[in-house]
């Protein structure tokens, strides 16, 4: 019954109404799906007849909001070890079976939603390739290909050689349509180093970054006491490597209880068992630190806040510049330099403070950035034409493939950041 269904196809026409699927690459935190999700509920709000469904292996999505005509379809979770080796994460089979697996789910499902868009995020050919399969068959059916990046991908002396081991280029020659960077070119062009043929660049696309917004569905669990009053917030994203800036910020507030601010610490659901144990018990002693593990409507808590401490992760980067909040962010450097880029050059536009971790976890500098944080300006005193225009001009660059089978207008790129690599 499933290959009947999936051989037919072709169904835009019959008052379906239009349909975008979405590949979120989730093998570590939670960044991928949360821009995934940022996507899907902006794409819904603005095309009333369009149904989003997202394909992701977050061991968590299920606790996260979705608005109506939003769902997700979750394949068997791969998680990266610190060693950047791969594993299945729950299922005591082998990586090649798990993969196998997804495969095989992801083809399925996009024969049988029949998508008008298919946008993957990040990796061109998915994990392993397991998206190649998917992009060949949608191909041949006319569905509008895209590949979404995040402004930064890594340092080209990483990222050039990756690439070229998972053979790239092809997939994005002969199968995507169109590349949309959530960034711009001001904060970094991830595919510069990259050598790609001029075919390829003029797929390439700068869209802004994606804006968030507070939810305006009811939170669950009730805010920590903490927040009745003015306080800082300190997030780690998902926390699986966010146990250095934990660590810094409790030393500075153990050596100074009376930093300018009480803090809020998120610790992140990936964060190991036992560091969160020890993290909720040093916090439980100081009087004006609080911790929690997650918090599905983080931008709440970031809305309230009167600034952040961040690994400066893209979708914390977009919270901060949406919510206008002062921001110190501290960035990893492994396995990547995403982060340290992110957040070097946002510091050289103003935009943020950025403290390097040098592996010391000196309390007196983390307190003394603490202390000029209520000096610090606001991302809003710097100008930065199209900086947060990213769902906007999503928007309007997906609007003429909705309906595939309709005659396809021109797309109009956004004219002042369209096309530069």
């Known amino acids: 019954m ?11 026409g019959n008052g379906r109404g239009a349909r975008v699927l979405i590949y979120s690459h989730d093998t570590f935190g939670l960044g991928h799906l949360r821009r995934a999700l940022t996507l899907a509920h902006s794409l819904v709000e603005s095309h009333k ?6 394909l992701s292996g977050s061991p968590i999505i299920g606790s996260f909001d979705f608005r109506a005509r939003v769902d997700f379809v979750r394949v068997p979770g791969v998680i990266k070890l610190r060693n950047g080796e791969y594993t299945a994460l729950n299922l005591l089979i082998d990586l090649d079976e798990t993969l196998s697996i997804r495969t095989s789910i992801i083809k399925h499902t996009a024969a049988i939603f029949d998508p008008d868009v298919f946008i993957v995020d990040k990796e061109p050919s998915g994990l392993r390739g397991e998206v190649l399969p998917t992009l060949k068959m949608l191909k041949k059916r006319g569905t509008r290909l895209v590949l979404g990046l995040r402004d930064v991908l890594d340092e080209p002396a990483l990222l050039v050689p990756e690439w070229k081991r998972k053979k790239v280029l092809p997939a994005l020659k002969n199968l995507y349509d169109d590349i949309w960077v959530y960034g711009l070119p001001q904060i970094c062009e991830p595919l510069a180093e990259l050598e790609l043929p001029e075919s390829v660049l003029k797929k390439v696309t700068y869209t802004g970054y994606l804006p968030r917004c507070v939810p305006t569905t009811p939170n669950p669990s009730p805010p920590p006491e903490i927040t009745k009053n003015p306080y800082l917030l300190v997030t780690t994203g998902g926390g699986g490597d966010g146990e250095g800036l934990i660590e810094w910020v409790l030393r500075a507030y153990e050596t100074d209880p009376m930093l300018p601010y009480p803090a809020l610490l998120v610790l992140g659901p990936f964060m190991q068992s036992d560091k969160q144990a ?11 630190v609080e911790a929690i593990t997650f918090d599905q409507h983080m931008e709440s808590l970031e809305d309230n806040a009167v600034g952040i401490v961040a690994m400066g992760g893209y979708n914390t980067f977009c ?14 450097k492994v396995p990547r330099l995403e982060q340290f880029i992110r957040a070097s050059r946002a510091e050289t536009l103003g935009l943020i403070r950025m403290l390097e971790d040098d592996g010391n976890y000196d309390p007196a500098v983390m307190a003394d950035a603490l202390r000029q944080m209520p000096r610090q300006g606001k991302p809003s005193d710097v100008v930065v034409p199209g900086l947060l225009e990213g769902l906007v001009n999503v928007g309007r660059l997906i609007e003429p493939f909705l309906d595939r089978h309709a005659e396809k207008p021109e797309v109009e790129r956004p004219t002042v950041l369209a096309n530069r690599v």
């Open 49 to 54: 007849n369009l149904s989003v469904l997202i």
């Open 278 to 288: 020890e993290f909720l018990n040093r916090a439980s002693s100081l009087e004006r």
């Open 319 to 332: 919270e901060i510049l949406s919510l206008d909040k002062k921001a110190i962010i501290v960035p990893r």
């Open 2 to 12: 499933l290959n009947e269904i999936a051989g037919q196809g072709g169904n835009a």
